[in-house]
């Protein structure tokens, strides 16, 4: 391995930039939320996804397949995404509309992913006081389409600006809606299980009622960041002011995680990126 392999976007990216924000965490359960409104999207998830039985493993194997995309170097990043495109390869599901079988894979389904979790990402960032300019968000865009190129999309297929992802948004809209499956999975989503190692106490009579009360404040501002046409779609949280206080509490969240010991903010993969980059700037300099 290259010991000075800053990967696919490198330390002077606005990527780099912008997943150095613990908020981001918050952002992928967005992600998930709106996601779920795509009812082929869903239907792909629902048939052939453990994530009801696995819940925190899928959250752990996500966030660590983001993190090696943004941090890994060329080929760890590259190897990522070999994985998952043979994974995808494999599965297929039922539309639940036309009973026609298809592929998850689908270049629709997989630039809807990616939208949502890019857009994501952004939105809650700068809502959250990340200071983010119009320049640097369309640069995070473009950047991001080497992401997607790594799970088989065309990257000029791909929204790579602001303006692109609006219109995205704009013409799939018609093709979302609340079904069984996305009312479920937003309620799994609000109040999923507690891994199994925080379970044990709750078994033996420990009170985990304010972690569970936390957790659900999180998911409800999860909820009160997503676009207002997606929350009327979750039954009408479009009120002006519910993105008021969500964008008031995601701030309040930013700054407590922010102060948390950077031990506890930085994980193993960003801290082995930021020592290749300093290799790489010192051999160049």
Do not use: C
Not at 18 to 34: D, M, T, V
Not at 222 to 227: D, G, K, N
Request: charge should be positive; avoid cysteine; aromatic fraction near 8%.
């Amino acid at each position: 391995m290259d010991s000075t392999d800053t990967g696919l976007f490198g330390p002077d990216s606005v990527t780099w930039k912008l997943h150095a924000e613990p908020i981001l965490l918050l952002a992928g359960l967005r992600s998930l939320y709106l996601q779920a409104l795509h009812p082929r999207a869903m239907a792909g998830v629902a048939q052939n996804s453990n994530y009801r039985r696995d819940a925190w493993g899928r959250l752990v194997r996500t966030a660590n397949y983001v993190g090696t995309t943004v941090y890994g170097t060329t080929a760890e990043a590259e190897e990522a995404g070999l994985r998952l495109r043979r994974l995808h390869a494999r599965m297929t599901a039922v539309d639940p509309a036309t009973g026609q079988r298809f592929r998850v894979d689908e270049p629709d389904l997989l630039r809807w992913v990616h939208v949502t979790e890019v857009e994501s990402f952004l939105d809650t960032a700068r809502r959250a006081g990340v200071p983010l300019d119009d320049v640097e968000v369309d640069g995070y865009y473009t950047e991001q389409r080497r992401s997607a190129a790594l799970v088989g999309l065309d990257p000029e297929t791909v929204p790579g600006t602001a303006a692109e992802v609006a219109e995205y948004y704009r013409r799939v809209r018609p093709e979302l809606r609340m079904t069984k499956e996305a009312a479920e999975t937003a309620l799994f989503l609000t109040a999923p299980p507690l891994p199994w190692k925080l379970s044990l106490p709750a078994r033996v009579g420990l009170n985990l009622g304010p972690l569970r009360w936390a957790y659900l404040g999180v998911a409800g501002t999860a909820l009160a960041l997503l676009p207002g046409w997606a929350r009327r779609l979750y039954g009408g949280l479009g009120l002006p002011t519910t993105a008021l206080s969500a964008e008031v509490t995601v701030r309040a969240l930013r700054f407590a995680l922010t102060a948390l010991p950077r031990d506890w903010r930085e994980g193993p993969m960003r801290r082995a990126a930021e020592e290749r980059a300093a290799r790489s700037a010192a051999l160049s300099g």
